[in-house]
């Protein structure tokens, strides 16, 4: 079974640019999260799918960020425009959408750098 | 809000010596409890969680954590350190409400001396 996957591994983009990230999440998984690591602190949550439909978007820091799943499948995380404080490496996870089930499974996370 | 606190930022272990990981957490209600390793180079691996039951789970690769709900801790052991082991461990915690989000902690670099 694959795992979950996230395209680009890193990026590197100047101050005021446009980036997006992508996420493919373990098939059959209903749930899929993204999460952000600034060098050296806490993981963050950002928000939170169920299929195509937001849950929770509670930790997106502004609305410079913008993440979709159409079609329930893979997702998107765009940032327009990019500041330096968004710099850091950007985490998707999967879980299922089962009673019982509670890991989430994480890519490998995409790094980027605004400079 | 919940919370962890991982309060070391590395730890250093020699082979074949027991390794402990320390995490106390901060939730409304009772817990579900994770932790995760992060390899060089690797996304985020599932290692155990506490759900309910035993206080002492175990998981992947000879680990282990205790629950401790008076003292809300989850601290993640292994009776015998490998050079292996040496990478990123994070704690983690939910609440049984309805959101799925997960609370990190910062994380603890561990280094295992051969």
């Known amino acids: 079974e694959a795992g979950v996957t996230q395209f680009p591994s890193h990026s590197v983009i100047e101050k005021g640019q446009t980036v997006t990230l992508r996420c493919d999440p373990i098939?059959?998984?209903?749930?899929l999260y993204w999460y952000r690591r600034v060098m050296g602190k806490e993981i963050k949550f950002l928000l939170h799918f169920v299929k195509e439909s937001k849950q929770d978007e509670s930790g997106m820091p502004n609305n410079r960020f913008l993440a979709e799943r159409t079609g329930g499948t893979y997702s998107t995380l765009k940032v327009q425009p990019a500041e330096l404080e968004d710099s850091g490496v950007y985490f998707c996870a999967s879980s299922q959408l089962l009673t019982g089930s509670y890991e989430q499974y994480f890519g490998p996370g995409t790094r980027l750098t605004v400079t | 809000a919940q919370s962890v606190a991982q309060p070391e930022d590395q730890v250093n272990v020699a082979e074949g010596n027991p390794l402990t990981v320390k995490c106390t957490y901060s939730?409304?209600?009772?817990?579900?409890l994770f932790w995760y390793v992060q390899y060089p180079n690797r996304g985020l691996q599932f290692l155990l969680k506490y759900i309910t039951g035993d206080n002492l789970v175990k998981g992947s690769y000879g680990f282990e954590a205790e629950f401790n709900k008076s003292q809300t801790s989850f601290h993640l052991k292994k009776p015998s350190a490998l050079v292996s082991d040496s990478a990123l461990y994070f704690c983690a915690v939910r609440d049984r409400g309805g959101n799925n989000r997960l609370a990190f902690g910062k994380g603890n670099q561990v280094v295992v001396i051969p």
């Open positions: 098939s059959g998984h209903d749930n």
């Open positions: 939730v409304s209600g009772n817990p579900y």
